[in-house]
């Protein structure tokens, strides 16, 4: 994202009806401050038993309350926390306590209301048409701007410069009708989301002390007394958000909610988000799924990795969706009917997420051996929640025996099936299935990996890999 992106998260009903500022009067509508109209929607929210932060896991607790709060005082808000915690969704969601139609002047560029005309040019044309003034309806998905802040973004991107072809036109350079609005001013009644804020360069920082506390904007020596009903948010890495950081403190004072986010607390927390947020092209058994959020857990606990950066939750999110990927693409080769990821697919997430994670400056060199011995305790701790109590001698006894299992990235789930030992009578491929409740081969597969490979980190069975294929024994 490198312009400015709106929200367009929820389906739409039909626009009400006034077309005129009188038909708007006769209709009851109240105007409300942008503030207010956030407050009472979400207390009606409340009150409802309503969740107004759907998609949201882990933050009930902690950050919600908070945010609430902020949002019932009316004030602007700022979001830290590191990458990947779900500030930018968090912001998203305040769309959905927007009203969902508004009234606007119909041809205002800043979405003036038909009450409450705030530039001198409709103010003049709505004293010359009265009740006849054109009225326009624009979803609460038009009323939220986002804009990614980077070092080259200007004044003239967030507030405003003159317009060259407006002066062109006859206007002089002291009208304040030669100006063109910048984003925050054509977000009056609306919300404007700043992401990484302290990439802003510091005079445009500067240029927006006044936008936020006086409500009033300057460009190149005018000074508009605009009455901007804006609601600002933003987020940001703690790191950057302080004096010594990149931040200007005047304007990290005009914020009146400093707002920590996290990492989910819970494992649970975790794989939701995972399997909320990742596109998947074939299907991830949920243990994997667990494997791979205890994977991202321990990289966030572990001393090899640079937690100043932290380790996003983008991390997990793409390794659910390198599996699928891998299990779709033996699927395809090998004829599956069902693309089912398995334990063996795991090996490729980690050679395509090494990018993700930056290392601390001692560790060069074994960025894959970290990785890997992670993702082996990730792997043994599913074993233990899934197995545990289950009786895997028989299948210790048959490898000691001299049997084999073969499984790798092309074996497809049949024949790995097809080539494990015999037990006798014995139930155990099947009480391993329903561990998991398997209910196709390719599940059934990987529940079986998942205990071999839990086996041979218990260093009770061994295990053989060229890359290509993998022989337990």
């Not at 309503?50 to 009316?74: C, K, M, N, S, Y």
């Not at 990996?449 to 069975?461: H, P, S, V």
């Amino acid at each position: 994202m490198d312009a400015v992106t709106t929200y367009a998260g929820d389906a739409r009903s039909e626009a009400p009806a006034p077309r005129t500022l009188g038909q708007l009067r006769e209709s009851g509508h109240r105007l409300r401050s942008l503030r207010e109209e956030v407050r009472d929607n979400l207390l009606a929210r409340l009150a409802a038993g309503e969740d107004p932060w759907p998609g949201l896991h882990g933050f009930a607790d902690t950050v919600v309350p908070q945010l609430e709060r902020a949002l019932i005082a009316g004030h602007d808000i700022v979001l830290l926390g590191e990458r990947g915690q779900g500030k930018t969704r968090l912001l998203r969601t305040l769309v959905g306590l927007l009203d969902e139609w508004s009234p606007v002047i119909a041809g205002s560029e800043l979405g003036e209301h038909p009450y409450d005309p705030i530039t001198p040019q409709w103010q003049r044309v709505a004293a010359e048409q009265g009740d006849e003034l054109p009225v326009e309806w624009v979803h609460r998905s038009e009323r939220y701007a986002e804009k990614l802040a980077t070092p080259d973004t200007s004044v003239a991107d967030l507030i405003g410069d003159v317009d060259p072809m407006k002066v062109a036109e006859g206007r002089h350079l002291g009208d304040p009708e030669t100006i063109h609005f910048g984003l925050i001013p054509r977000s009056h009644r609306g919300i404007v989301a700043i992401n990484e804020l302290p990439d802003l360069a510091e005079r445009i920082q500067v240029a927006m002390l006044n936008v936020m506390e006086e409500r009033d904007i300057q460009v190149r020596g005018y000074v508009l007394r605009l009455p901007l009903d804006v609601l600002v948010v933003a987020s940001a890495n703690p790191e950057d958000y302080t004096n010594r950081g990149r931040i200007i403190t005047p304007l990290k004072d005009r914020f009146g909610a400093e707002i920590r986010t996290h990492y989910p607390a819970e494992l649970e927390a975790e794989i939701a988000v995972i399997r909320q947020e990742a596109h998947l092209t074939a299907e991830v058994p949920d243990a994997l799924l667990e494997v791979l959020a205890r994977f991202t857990r321990a990289l966030r606990d572990s001393s090899a990795v640079d937690q100043r950066s932290g380790v996003s939750a983008r991390f997990a999110i793409a390794g659910a969706e390198t599996i699928a990927a891998s299990a779709l693409h033996r699927a395809t080769l090998q004829g599956e009917e069902h693309a089912v990821a398995r334990v063996v697919d795991l090996e490729t997430a980690v050679e395509v997420l090494r990018g993700k994670i930056e290392f601390e400056t001692g560790e060069e060199g074994r960025e894959t051996e970290i990785l890997t011995h992670l993702l082996r305790t990730a792997v043994a701790g599913a074993v233990r929640e899934h197995f545990r109590g289950l009786d895997l001698s028989l299948l210790v006894d048959a490898m000691e025996g001299g049997a084999t299992v073969s499984t790798g990235g092309q074996v497809t789930a049949r024949d790995f099936l097809a080539g494990l030992p015999v037990l006798g009578e014995s139930e155990l491929y099947d009480d391993i299935a329903a561990r998991l409740d398997a209910r196709n081969d390719g599940e059934t597969a990987c529940a079986v990996e998942l205990a071999l490979e839990g086996l041979y980190l218990a260093r009770k069975i061994g295990k053989d890999s060229d890359g290509r294929e993998t022989v337990y024994g």
